[in-house]
């Protein structure tokens, strides 16, 4: 027992875990039946921010108008913004409600870093609550706590104001409701969605990334009269980000990227999961363990095993954990599977000495 436990707060085998969790993942939803949906991403770089916004924070309320009516105009069934309007110049901000945009809702993360102690901030600098708030879904994209990688997020969050459903939530709910709306969004967070941790499974294709200097420039060509303006974005859902002075970055199992990329992955992976990887507690896997490696310390100490029965013990034990993961997540037994290891290996190194020191004993005895 002291053994398992220590093999499992040394975390020795948790980098062979993540990189298996990752991989899981990647697999899951590059060889899923179902098609990706038509997720685009707008990103704003440093040239737009500096040529087109003239490198101010937060964004001109007017630019961000036209750019976001741009895409609308080009024919989007439904645009995510994920960039902060909580400021005060965007009170004034003039959109209809009833277009399928939906808004990123920033919050102010506390010292302690208790989920409890966020406060959620302003949308739209806090015109018309009631209506743009409830359109709105605060960023619930996590670094795993055993590495700093992000690869989790959640469908809701708990904070001052309550349980807050995510923005990945928001949207995905909005993509799959009649009309793009979303009917209530007081029923989006149910029973458990603050507490569970869910996997995201890269495979965005970043191809679908348009720079949006290609909207600002045909936008200005355009007299807006029935034509599309970038025919590319027609019935796409468009979630339009930054990436300008390497704010909002995230480093994931692929590489460093912008925080709008890894939203683009994270709805991707709600939409096309019907059941997604949940994060187990770090004292489940322990549990798991402890049973696991007891068993088979069990069964040396009330079995006369030989090298080759042992072997085959070990390949049991290591059967059961291949079909926990196929039943849960295949990641969850690559560290039962490692700690399996390390204790089949020293109880046949045990055994073995056993065996050897009743030889020699048994040999001195037969000369005396």
């Known amino acids: ?46 040239l737009e921010y500096d040529d087109y916004f003239d490198g101010v924070s937060p964004l001109n309320p007017e630019k961000l108008d036209e750019l976001i009516y741009t895409i609308l105009w080009s024919g989007a069934s439904l645009i995510a913004v994920d960039i902060d309007t909580s400021h005060g110049e965007f009170r004034n901000f003039k959109i209809d409600p009833k277009l399928p945009v939906f ?127 970038v025919p590319a974005l027609k019935d796409k859902l468009v979630l339009l980000g930054g990436s300008y002075r390497d704010f909002d970055r995230h480093f994931t199992p692929i590489g460093t990227r912008p925080g709008v990329v890894v939203l683009a992955n994270a709805l991707q992976t709600v939409l096309v999961e019907k059941h997604p990887t949940s994060y187990p507690p770090v004292w489940v896997l322990f549990v798991l363990e402890l049973v696991a490696a007891t068993g088979i310390v069990v069964l040396f100490a009330v079995a006369d095993f030989s090298a080759t029965k042992a072997l085959l013990v070990g390949v049991l034990g290591l059967g059961l954990a291949a079909g926990l993961g196929r039943f849960v997540s295949w990641s969850w037994s690559a560290t039962i599977a490692s700690t399996l290891l390390a204790v089949l290996a020293f109880e046949i190194y045990e055994h073995v000495r056993h065996k050897s020191v009743l030889h020699v004993a048994h040999s001195k005895g037969r000369k005396a």
């Not at 302003?122 to 879904?137: Q, Y």
């Not at 309550?162 to 007081?186: C, H, R, Y």
């Not at 200097?213 to 807006?224: A, P």
């Open 103 to 229: 808004w990123e809702r920033d919050a102010s993360i506390p010292e302690s870093g208790k989920e409890q102690e966020i406060v959620p901030l302003d949308v739209l600098g806090g015109s018309d609550p009631n209506t743009f708030v409830a359109r709105s879904g605060v960023p619930a994209l996590l670094d795993d706590p055993m590495d700093g990688v992000t690869r989790l997020y959640k469908r809701c969050i708990e904070t001052r104001a309550g349980p807050v459903p995510s923005f990945v939530n928001v949207i995905a709910t909005a993509w799959n409701s009649p009309n793009k709306q979303i009917p209530d969004i007081g029923n989006i967070c149910g029973d458990g969605d603050t507490t569970q941790l869910y996997v995201i499974g890269y495979s965005f294709d970043e191809t679908d990334i348009v720079p949006a200097q290609v909207l600002i420039s045909s936008g200005e060509k355009s007299d807006h009269q029935g034509e599309l303006i």
């Open 1 to 46: 027992m002291f053994g398992t436990y220590m093999l499992n707060q040394s975390r020795a085998f948790h980098a062979f875990e993540h990189l298996i969790l990752s991989l899981e993942e990647n697999i899951r939803e590059n060889v899923r039946t179902k098609p990706p949906p038509p997720i685009v991403v707008v990103k704003i770089s440093d």
